[in-house]
Every structure is written in structure tokens, then in C-alpha cells.
């Protein structure tokens, strides 16, 4: 084995199953949205602030940063209160997947995923209400 990639091995889990990886690769996505939102929104708000002339033309409409935060924290209250839907949110949110994928990766009927994703932006929504 070559120099570092021992280290590597000992870093990259290995994958149980296409679910497996699919659900770390919605977390991922998931990281590195809010982070890269975080980083904008802590520069907007004049971290490493330089001046510059205003035009009109520059100013740009609301922040999608601040909406990623928001479903950020929603989707941790939800993570908490039932991991199931929050698990779905991410596979639907941060991924893509469809209904139809989401439960042949889970296991489980089409229509409880259906159900559990419309409850999921439910309270996904209540606990965006309750931050502002």
C-alpha cells in the first residue's frame, strides 16, 4: 500500500448497501449547503467588510443562504422528534430521489413515504414558523 492511503482506508467508511451511501451522501449535501450559507451570510453581514460603491443593479433579492439555514435547523428539530421522515426529507430534499426510489431504498411502501413526506414538510414548516 502506498504513503496516505492507509490513512484514507481508515477515513472512507465502507458503504453497507446503495442506502447506505445514499443517506451519507444527502448529510454531505446537506453539510456543505449550510456551511457554504453560513460562510455568505457571516460576509454580508461585514466579516472581512470592504467598501464599495452601491448600485442599484447589485442589490440582490432575499437570500436563499437564510432559507437553507431555516430548513436546517427545522430538519435537526424534526431529526430529533422522528429520525424516519427526517431521513426521507434528506433523500428528497438533498438528493432527489423520488417517492419510488426512496422506498425501494428504504423498504418500505411508496405510500408511506408519500405520507411520511407530507407530514415531514409539515412540521418542517411549524418549526420554521417557530424560528421567526
Known amino acids: ?19 447506505h451511501f445514499l443517506a451519507a451522501a444527502a448529510e454531505a449535501m446537506r453539510r456543505i449547503l449550510v456551511e457554504g450559507a453560513r460562510r455568505k451570510l457571516r460576509l454580508k453581514r461585514g466579516a472581512g467588510a ?43 430534499f438533498f438528493v432527489g430521489l423520488s417517492h419510488e426510489e426512496i422506498a425501494a431504498l428504504l423498504g418500505v411502501n411508496e405510500k408511506t413515504v408519500r405520507r411520511h413526506w407530507e407530514v415531514a414538510k409539515v412540521r418542517l414548516f411549524q418549526n420554521i414558523k417557530a424560528q421567526g
Do not use: C, Y
Open 1 to 19: 500500500m502506498r504513503p496516505g492511503f492507509a490513512s484514507v482506508a481508515r477515513t472512507n467508511p465502507a458503504w453497507q448497501n446503495r442506502a
Open 50 to 92: 470592504e467598501r464599495v460603491d452601491l448600485h442599484e443593479s447589485a442589490i440582490e433579492a432575499p437570500a436563499e443562504d437564510e432559507k437553507i439555514l431555516q430548513v436546517h435547523e427545522a430538519l435537526e428539530v424534526l431529526s430529533a422528534e422522528d429520525p424516519e421522515k427526517a431521513r426521507i426529507v434528506k433523500l428528497r
